[in-house]
């Protein structure tokens, strides 16, 4: 169990800082609720106290036995500030200890996380953004906020990342450090593909494959985390949109080649984590086909459908680094590893991200593990974890291999 301080600023956002808390309770962890005196005028303390089980003080006049605004942060192994607000970035910036919040961020030597949240003008103030980039510098880790609905008709960039995500990147923080979401990709264009196409056979029916889209959107989360500029283009994923990340939808193959191509021309690394049908059906029926019809096929012909991760290893930039995924399971010819070495060299793109889908592994699943084959015959393993955890670690490989790291 690890000890979590949860801040939480004046801003209306402030809402779903209780929904964070959920998620750090129900993973077992011990969280010490600080808000500032502004966050208190949208969610009371005794709804923080009830749902972390600890007291709720704002001020270092508190408890002043225990010493709260240096005990506080002098025993987390996690800060998260949740919202922060432009002015409680500002303060900390600045240094300032004029409420408990602050005076703990300035005691805490655990890895610190900033989700802002306000409206976009402020977000995109330069006093804001040198801010940002001092709080930057100095280790603490600034999410870029989430683009959508703000308060009121406005919309834009500004909004909370969902808790959800929050609580996904803090597990990672807190199993690998700050370093796992250092800002080593800050200027650097990537596009991902995620998910799995689906070639219709008629109306109602589709060849498909089980690949939920889970792995390519930590990979989309923690890139942006990291500093990104993140292009995430995703084949029939049920899921959210990643915070900080431009999704491009698609539904089968040949869409998928046409958005991955004009998106990839100038990126800096190319993912292809998304799982495309290697065949389609021939011919697509502009009407349901019904069992006992004249239309129903004695079969399907198939054709093969364009091999993609080939196609952008031949039209790659110069500097420019391609990732391929392999979901892999042995069999009499070899097992996991020899296939996909082989595919990396049918393939010729510098790294290739093998997961053991035998048994029913990794898709649709929580939790994943991986191998990471290089061009140059290195093999990096990625051990059981997160997915966002596997995303960390497979960024990790790939950023040194940058043209011109450090950037």
């Known amino acids: 169990m690890s000890s979590i301080v949860l801040g939480v600023s004046g801003g209306v956002a402030a809402y779903k800082a209780a929904l964070l808390l959920r998620a750090f ?37 508190s408890d002043v036995p225990e010493v709260a605004h240096v005990r506080i942060g002098q025993h987390a192994d996690l800060v998260v500030v949740a919202p922060a607000t432009a002015d409680l970035l500002a303060r900390a910036a600045m240094g300032r200890a004029d409420d408990l ?33 001092t709080l930057r510098r100095r280790g603490a880790i600034v999410l870029p906020p989430a683009v959508g609905r703000l308060t009121g008709p406005d919309s834009g960039p500004g909004r909370l990342p969902e808790p959800a995500d929050i609580a996904a990147l803090a597990a990672v923080v807190l199993e690998h450090g700050a370093p796992a979401l250092g800002q080593d990709l800050d200027g650097r264009r990537v596009v991902i593909s995620a998910g799995g196409t689906r070639e219709p056979l008629d109306p109602v029916r589709y060849l498909g494959n089980r690949s939920s889209g889970k792995q390519g959107w930590a990979l989309a989360r923690v890139a942006a985390a990291r500093g990104a500029d993140v292009v995430l283009v995703a084949a029939n994923v049920d899921l ?24 990839a021309k100038d990126a800096d690394v190319v993912v292809m984590a998304a799982a495309v049908a290697d065949f389609r059906p021939a ?14 096929p004695d079969s399907v012909p198939l054709v ?16 420019q680094l391609v990732v391929g995924f392999a979901a892999e399971t042995g069999d009499a010819d070899g097992d996991v590893l020899t296939h996909a070495r082989a595919k990396l060299a049918r393939k010729g793109c510098d790294l290739l991200v093998v997961n053991d889908v035998s048994a029913g592994q ?17 093999a990096t393993e990625i051990p059981h974890g997160s997915k966002d955890a596997v995303a960390a670690g497979i960024w990790a490989t790939v950023v040194p291999r940058l043209s011109g790291f450090p950037h």
């Not at 969610?43 to 001020?59: I, R």
């Not at 949109?241 to 998106?263: C, Q, S």
């Not at 990794?362 to 290195?378: E, I, K, T």
Request: aromatic share 4%.
């Open 25 to 61: 309770t129900e993973a077992g962890h011990d969280v010490r609720v600080v808000p500032t005196p502004g966050a208190l005028h949208f969610v009371g303390a005794a709804t923080f106290e009830a749902l972390s089980g600890n007291p709720v003080t704002t001020d270092v006049w």
């Open 101 to 133: 919040l602050t005076a703990t961020l300035l005691t805490a030597s655990c890895p610190v996380v900033f989700a802002p949240a306000m409206h976009t003008e402020m977000w995109l103030h330069p006093a804001t953004q040198e801010n940002v980039a």
């Open 240 to 263: 959210p949109a990643p915070f900080g990340v431009r999704t491009v939808p698609v539904g089968t193959a040949e869409e998928l080649r046409t958005a991955m191509r004009a998106e």
């Open 283 to 296: 011919t697509v029926a502009p009407d349901k086909l019904k069992k006992g019809s004249a239309a129903e």
């Open 304 to 319: 093969r459908n364009p091999d993609v991760l080939a196609e952008l290893v031949t039209e790659r930039a110069a500097g």
């Open 362 to 378: 990794v898709f649709g699943r929580a939790h994943n593990a991986a191998v990471v084959l290089a061009a140059d015959g290195s």
